[in-house]
Structures are given as structure tokens and as C-alpha cells.
């Protein structure tokens, strides 16, 4: 069984930091591409960032960009998200989502999410 379980959020101040962990369980992170998403209360699920396999490509939703950082420790199969110089626009529920391929067929598992909450 795949199992995602989001860590580290909290309520901060704006340009204060928190670092999301998501430990995985069922599969290995060494191996699969791992990201984050988010929602804001009333928004949509957006991207925000994503680690390949090999932990050398990155991606940034364009807003996040230079705040935050994406990184994982195989041996501890965790994903960590560090979100420095925090807004409030970065107020929302944070998940993390891991990424297979299984004979051609994409297939994607979910973390409960973690609440963020950035107050002015």
C-alpha cells in the first residue's frame, strides 16, 4: 500500500519559513518523481514544485520560484519542500503526490495535505 503523509505545516508570519516533509511509504522515492501542489481556500489545486527521480531536475511554479526549494532524502524515502521568505498569497493546504509509470499507464498517489497559514 502507497502511503504520502505530509508534515510541517503550521501558521507563521509573513517572511518567516517552515519546511514541509512527506514521508512515503510503498514506494521509493530514489526511483519516482515526486511534487507538490496546493489550495488556497476557494482556488484550485495549483503545482508547485517537482523533483525527478534522479533528485537533479527541478521545477517551480513561477511565483515560488527563489523562496522555495525542493529536495529529497532517499535514505529517509522523504521529499522535503523549504518555503523561505513566506506571503500570505502562500496561505493554503500543501499536499505532496508521487508519480509512476506502470506499463504505460500514469498513475499518481496523494498525501492528506498539510495546512499552511501565512499571516501579515
Known amino acids: 500500500q502507497v502511503q504520502l503523509v505530509e508534515s510541517g505545516g503550521g501558521e507563521v508570519q509573513a517572511g518567516e519559513s517552515l519546511r514541509l516533509s512527506c514521508a512515503v511509504s510503498g514506494r521509493t522515492v530514489s526511483s519516482r518523481d515526486v511534487a507538490w501542489y496546493r489550495q488556497g481556500l476557494g482556488k484550485e489545486r495549483e503545482f508547485v514544485a517537482r523533483?525527478?527521480?534522479?533528485?537533479?531536475?527541478?521545477y517551480y511554479e513561477d511565483s515560488v520560484k527563489g523562496r522555495f526549494s525542493i529536495s529529497k532524502d532517499n535514505s529517509k524515502n522523504t521529499v522535503y519542500l523549504q518555503m523561505n521568505s513566506l506571503k500570505p498569497e502562500d496561505t493554503a493546504i500543501y499536499y505532496c503526490v508521487l508519480h509512476e509509470m506502470i506499463q504505460y499507464v500514469s498513475q499518481s498517489y496523494w498525501g492528506q495535505g498539510t495546512q499552511v497559514t501565512v499571516s501579515s
Open positions: 523533483i525527478d527521480a534522479s533528485g537533479t531536475l527541478l
